[in-house]
Structures are given as structure tokens and as C-alpha cells.
Nanobody
Framework: QVQAIESGGDLVQPGGSLKLSCTVSGLNFDDYPLGWFRQVPGQERDGVACITWNSRSTHYDPSVKGRFTISRDNANDTLHLQMNSLKVEDAAMYYC??????????????????WGKGTLVTISS
């Protein structure tokens, strides 16, 4: 069973930075494209960024492009999300999960129905 453990969430001021991390077990980490998702209460969980198994391709939601960077460390089975220039609207619970491929590229469609507990990002001055 896939199990994700997210960490790194915190309270930061607008304009600040955070780096989220995620470890995923229950699968061969090196073989899977992965993604970051976020959810605020009362709304659906949305894809933020995704990365192929070899890091050759990444995709971002337009709302975070240029501010967030997804990366992975296959040697340590860890996924990261560097978040810069944070905005109030970035506040959410952040999750990571394996994602589906489409034409060899990562997507924002999760390939699991099992989610971790997430890590909370709060933006406030």
C-alpha cells in the first residue's frame, strides 16, 4: 500500500519561502512520476506540480509557475517542493502522491486513492 509522509509546512508571511518534503513508501520510488497537490477546506484537491521519474519533465499549475519548483531525490526516495514568493492564496494542506503518465509526461491525476496526512502551509502577516 502506498504511504506518503509530507513535512515542512509552517506559518510564513506573504512573500516568504518554504520547502516541503515527502517520502513515499509502498512502491519503487524511482519508477514513478510524482506530484504535489493542495486542498483548502470545502474545495477539491488540486494538482500543483508534477515530475517524471527521471526529473526530465515537470509541470506546474499556472498559479504557481515561476514561484514553485518541484524536485526529487531518487537516492533518498524524497520529493520536494520549493515554494517562493508565497501568497495568501497558497495557504492550504499540501499532499504528495504518485501520478499518472500521459504520452510519457506527468499529469495531475493521482494514481493512488491513498493519501497521507498532508502538511499545512499557512500564510499570514
Amino acid at each position: 500500500q502506498v504511504q506518503a509522509i509530507e513535512s515542512g509546512g509552517d506559518l510564513v508571511q506573504p512573500g516568504g519561502s518554504l520547502k516541503l518534503s515527502c517520502t513515499v513508501s509502498g512502491l519503487n520510488f524511482d519508477d514513478y512520476p510524482l506530484g504535489w497537490f493542495r486542498q483548502v477546506p470545502g474545495q477539491e484537491r488540486d494538482g500543483v506540480a508534477c515530475i517524471t521519474w527521471n526529473s526530465r519533465s515537470t509541470h506546474y499549475d499556472p498559479s504557481v509557475k515561476g514561484r514553485f519548483t518541484i524536485s526529487r531525490d531518487n537516492a533518498n526516495d524524497t520529493l520536494h517542493l520549493q515554494m517562493n514568493s508565497l501568497k495568501v492564496e497558497d495557504a492550504a494542506m499540501y499532499y504528495c502522491a504518485p501520478v499518472m503518465l500521459r504520452y510519457g509526461d506527468c499529469t495531475f491525476s493521482p494514481s493512488t486513492t491513498t493519501w497521507g496526512k498532508g502538511t499545512l502551509v499557512t500564510i499570514s502577516s
